[in-house]
């Protein structure tokens, strides 16, 4: 038995094969869910992340060492959390050789294997 869900986004049909509960996504969906390294959001957005981790460096700094009590810290947490989120939607480039992966669930598994954990520590309250 076969159910055929239309896509909203693109207006093809993916197919829910009977107990797998397994839904063969359309391409074009997928692929625009998914960010290019080379879109100017990509690199305008690792440019203020560069920054702001210069900036929350030093001032990590200042408030361990005289405890201002300032609330500066959430707001660069809050945008770290958000490069977290972007990154499971940016493309990644495994070898140099192949084409950057683009199926939003192989650019998952590679993130969380190899950097999630790098990136999820350091957004844990203390």
């Not at 005289?66 to 940016?90: A, C, N, R, V």
């Amino acid at each position: 038995m076969e159910l055929d869900v239309g896509c909203k986004t693109c207006e093809t049909f993916t197919t829910i094969v009977n107990r797998k509960e397994r839904i063969d996504g359309c391409e074009k969906c997928l692929n625009a869910m998914v960010m290019s390294q080379d879109h100017w959001f990509s690199k305008v957005w690792k440019v203020i992340i560069l920054l702001l981790s210069t900036v929350s460096a030093y001032l990590y700094t200042f408030e361990a060492a005289f405890q201002t009590g300032s609330s500066f810290p959430l707001y660069f947490e809050f945008i770290f959390l958000l490069d977290l989120i972007k990154t499971f939607f940016t493309e990644r480039q495994i070898d140099l050789g192949m084409p950057p992966i683009r199926k939003p669930i192989l650019i998952m598994k590679h993130y969380l294997k190899n950097g999630f954990l790098l990136d999820i520590v350091p957004l844990i309250p203390l």
